[in-house]
């Protein structure tokens, strides 16, 4: 299948770094896309990589190596608001068919 | 920012009625989607929609639910005779101009469907 695997639950301290690993089957494979989930709300857009290494985006950073089936998202000076769902997506040459993750929950803490 | 907006954010209904979530997507995008996420599971594809027609479809959507553009600007689920496990949120999305690498895919605030 096209099983998409990350933690289930990260916890980290307001300030810190968290690293959220995700790793996926690779037949298919189109792009990777991260987003934002908090609990009720829509998931919204981080990040996506079609293309191996890093993509930075202010605080936000991801990582992609395909031939390995692997990303990761960096999150940098951590903040409150920053508690979410973080969802890991893969798509194929169905680019809008996006096959998530069951999410990294990540507690900030004080 | 231009965003996907969704009516109704809530809806109760009896089993076996019928229901019609709707969604405007971002106004210069050509592709649509409808997802959606079960209490505490992931979320999930149902549908994509280009041109007027369905591009793909799950296995989740079956002959209980249909999608419509039924004009310029509005995109709709229409789902049957709803059944106990319809219960979730719905999301849908837009992305496009183009197809493929290069367009984030866009999601409204969801319709939270509960069937009683």
């Known amino acids: 299948g096209q099983n998409i695997d990350q933690p289930t639950e990260m916890t980290a301290t307001e300030g810190a770094i968290v690293q959220i690993n995700c790793t996926y089957q690779?037949?298919?494979?189109?792009?990777l896309f991260w987003y934002q989930q908090h609990a009720g709300e829509a998931p919204t857009f981080l990040s996506y990589?079609?293309?191996?290494g890093l993509e930075e985006k202010g605080r936000f950073s991801s990582f992609l190596s395909r031939s390995k089936g692997y990303s990761y998202l960096l999150l940098k000076e951590l903040q409150m608001k920053d508690s979410a769902s973080y969802l890991c997506?893969?798509?194929?040459?169905?680019?809008?068919?996006?096959?998530f993750g069951a999410g990294t929950q990540v507690v900030v803490t004080p | 920012e231009p965003e996907v907006t969704q009516t109704p954010s809530h809806q109760v209904t009896q089993m076996g009625q019928e229901v019609i979530l709707r969604c405007v997507p971002i106004?210069?995008?050509?592709?649509f989607y409808w997802y959606r996420q079960i209490l505490g599971q992931k979320v999930e594809f149902l549908v994509s929609?280009?041109?007027?027609?369905?591009?793909?479809k799950s296995e989740i959507f079956d002959d209980q639910f249909s999608v419509e553009r039924p004009d310029g600007s509005n995109f709709t689920l229409k789902i049957r005779s709803t059944k106990l496990e319809d219960s979730a949120m719905y999301f849908c999305a837009s992305s496009g101009p183009l197809q493929g690498a290069g367009n984030t895919i866009y999601f409204g605030e969801g319709s939270w469907l509960t069937v009683v």
């Open positions: 929609f280009y041109n007027n027609e369905i591009s793909e």
């Open positions: 990589n079609v293309l191996d």
């Open positions: 997506a893969r798509t194929t040459d169905s680019w809008g068919k996006l096959q």
């Open positions: 106004s210069n995008h050509l592709y």
């Open positions: 690779t037949s298919g494979f189109n792009g």
